[in-house]
């Protein structure tokens, strides 16, 4: 982490000004001495954090498609982490970035009790510091596990707390939850007028969320990786924030889920959205931009191992309803008598879509990505300026059902009714699930509820985190991941050109059964893939931190 505390020295005056580039000023010519004096300066201090916000993963810059799991594909090139070719890095950004932001939010919250400012304006802006960092912190841990828990600001490299060992992963978490509990209680509420006058700043019910969030997690990784701490502990307050949320009656689904996802449905007048990186301003040439329209025509498919997830009308999924077509004998076969939803996230024959009408195997060789898209914005050529949701209201009602089910062992019909059936119906989707229904056509409720949270949020960087806390990625990892169907007649390639890559008539490639259709691209194959339990569901320690502690920090087990 040395490489990083030098920028910390520069000080927040130069860190707080919008803009700024750190790498192009002089260490020489800062100093902080002259700061911390009013709330402007807290202010300022603070909005650092919007600047460095990622609107869809936590670190890295602009929309980042996650191609970590068996959800999103580009076009068949292999994935180190879902491939399992992955090896220890000598530094990386996953780790720098996170504690940047961490420094950051100490440097704040050590320095901010020099202003002259009451008692209760200096804990808003040191509950926005302690929110981001519990943001960072939970991120570490999800993809470290243990980690230096630091808690002060850093002034030298020669500081002796950078030489600091990891930190259990139990007691970093409830740092993050302690900071999240004096955030929510200190931030403003959603609706005061400077948060919808600062829309994209976080307030109470953004830190509610994210216990509940946080929370759900720790305890179903807890749980399910045996690591011996009270996850019903943790499920129990992922419940109840959930609660004072859907209790505070402030948060509702936006009705149209196709809109959803674009710019009609930014801001506060919207009850779905709760916590949002704000780009723009809107309009072409967006000072705070992203690409997302570009990369879906560019590098994102959605894998037929995802659209297998989604139910048929009659609510029943594809290996056990009647309503399925098979053999398929069109490419919107898949469409037929499904979740609406599923014609909501992809693209059928002749939409209007990229380049003009969709045309199967013109751009990708999966299924291609419409949720979301814009095709004004796709014309700016990546000065895209559409908000994204890091946190909204369909999530805390999923995560509700799923920790009370994994609390309790059931769920009651009228709370399925109030969390899955709440999303299905804003779709317009038939078939509710009960559960009588589940008992009488032999469905596991747990596996619904995780069902209708994979299909509900395509493409919004939910999935690897889910299976890697439900640790099942070594089921779903090492698995041919399946493309598109191809019908010559409707398709923009010649099936020739395609033929080491398409099953046969028995669903069968390079003499193995890889699905139940014919003529299915496989985009990756099964043999290509590995994921090893014994190391994979925690991210590698780069060597550089390992070093720089005096090998206080040590690796990951199992990485060599």
Not at 231 to 240: I, P, T
Not at 352 to 363: C, L, R, V
């Amino acid at each position: 982490m040395k490489n990083i505390v030098r920028y910390m020295l520069i000080g927040t005056v130069m860190l707080s000004t919008v803009g700024c580039d750190i790498d192009m000023v002089p260490e020489t010519s800062m100093t902080d001495a002259a700061y911390w004096k009013t709330e402007g300066d807290l202010r300022g201090a603070c909005n650092r954090f919007y600047e460095q916000l990622n609107g869809n993963n936590a670190l890295g810059g602009g929309f980042a498609h996650d191609y970590r799991s068996d959800e999103l594909n580009n076009n068949g090139a292999a994935n180190s982490t879902s491939d399992g070719s992955w090896t220890i890095p000598s530094e990386s950004g996953t780790w720098t970035d996170a504690y940047w932001r961490i420094f950051i939010a100490n440097n704040i919250i050590e320095k901010a009790p020099r202003a002259a400012v009451s008692e209760s304006v200096l804990n808003r802006y040191l509950a926005e510091a302690r929110f981001f960092r519990a943001y960072y912190y939970f991120e570490l841990v999800k993809k470290y596990g243990d980690v230096p828990l630091l808690l002060k600001a850093i002034n030298s490299t020669k500081d002796p707390a950078l030489m600091m060992a990891r930190t259990p992963r139990e007691e970093v978490m409830q740092q993050v939850f302690e900071d999240l509990d004096f955030a929510q209680t200190w931030l403003p509420d959603i609706d005061a007028s400077e948060i919808t006058s600062n829309w994209g700043h976080v307030s109470k019910q953004a830190a509610t969320a994210m216990i509940v969030r946080s929370e759900l997690f720790e305890g179903t990784y807890s749980r399910y990786h045996s690591l011996g701490s009270d996850y019903e502990a943790h499920l129990r307050k992922s419940v109840a924030a959930a609660e004072s949320l859907i209790n505070g009656r402030k948060f509702d689904l936006y009705p149209d889920f196709q809109d959803l996802f674009m710019v009609k449905a930014e801001g506060r007048q919207n009850k779905e959205n709760i916590f949002v990186k704000a780009y723009g301003p809107n309009g072409s040439g967006a000072s705070t931009k992203h690409g997302n329209s570009r990369q879906m025509e560019n590098a994102v498919t959605l894998t037929r191992n995802m659209v297998d997830l989604f139910l048929y009308t009659d609510g029943l999924p594809r290996e056990k309803s009647p309503l399925k077509i098979a053999p398929e004998t069109s490419f919107d076969d898949v469409f037929t008598n499904r979740d609406p939803r599923l014609g909501m996230t992809i693209y059928k024959i002749g939409e209007d879509a990229y380049k003009g009408a969709y045309t199967p195997f013109s751009f990708r060789y999966g299924y291609n990505l419409k949720k979301g898209f814009d095709l004004e914005q796709w014309g700016s050529n990546s000065n895209e300026w559409t908000d994204k949701m890091i946190i909204r209201y369909a999530e805390v009602l999923i995560s509700y059902a799923e920790a009370l089910y994994e609390l309790n062992g059931n769920i009651t019909d009228a709370q399925l009714d109030a969390t899955v059936n709440a999303l299905r119906r804003r779709v317009g989707m038939p078939a509710m699930l009960t559960n009588a229904f589940a008992t009488a056509n032999g469905l596991n409720v747990r596996d619904e509820i995780r069902r209708e949270r994979t299909i509900e949020f395509i493409d919004e960087g939910k999935r690897y985190d889910d299976i890697i806390r439900w640790k099942i990625a070594e089921n779903v990892l090492p698995v041919d991941i399946i493309g598109a169907k191809f019908i010559d007649s409707e398709a923009s390639k010649q099936k020739e050109d395609l033929a080491n890559r398409l099953t046969d008539e028995d669903g069968k490639l390079n003499g193995k059964l890889r699905y139940d259709e014919s003529d299915m691209y496989v985009l990756e194959f099964a043999e290509d893939r590995r994921f090893d339990a014994s190391k994979d569901y925690l991210y590698p320690v780069p060597l550089y931190e390992i070093s720089q502690s005096g090998n206080n920090v040590t690796q990951n087990p199992n990485w060599k």
